[in-house]
């Protein structure tokens, strides 16, 4: 009987770790491959779209997930673009101070209009 408890325990904190929301492990330093990200200023939320995984604080704990939690109305002309070689989460406060809410409407697509301008003008 004892044994059976602990591996129910087992499988039920099995299924835990890989439910919506599971706390972000912290990994130290720069990973030395730039990745992008979109951070949403106004929510403290991070978009990783290669994985298609959403990063946000909750309590104290960073969590990710396919989706954010439903209080976060994401629109993609509050976010921003950042191309990082970490995590976004491990140096959240200097992102945090670099991008304070309320000043971004899709940075990332005006930059992306302004290389297009002067690739084309290039040419």
Do not use: N
Request: charge should be positive.
């Amino acid at each position: 009987m004892k044994a059976r408890g602990i591996i129910l325990l087992a499988i039920v904190a099995t299924l835990f770790s890989f439910s919506a929301g599971c706390v972000v492990a912290e990994r130290s330093g720069g990973h030395g491959r730039y990745e992008t990200y979109y951070y949403y200023p106004d929510y403290e939320v991070y978009f990783y779209p290669s994985a298609r995984v959403y990063y946000w604080l909750d309590r104290g704990d960073w969590r990710h997930g396919p989706q954010p939690p439903p209080r976060y109305a994401l629109e993609p002309r509050g976010r921003v673009k950042l191309d990082l070689d970490y995590e976004p989460h491990t140096r959240h406060a200097r992102i945090r101070d670099r991008y304070p809410p309320g000043r971004y409407e899709d940075r990332d697509q005006d930059r992306d209009r302004r290389d297009r301008d002067r690739r084309d003008k290039d040419r």
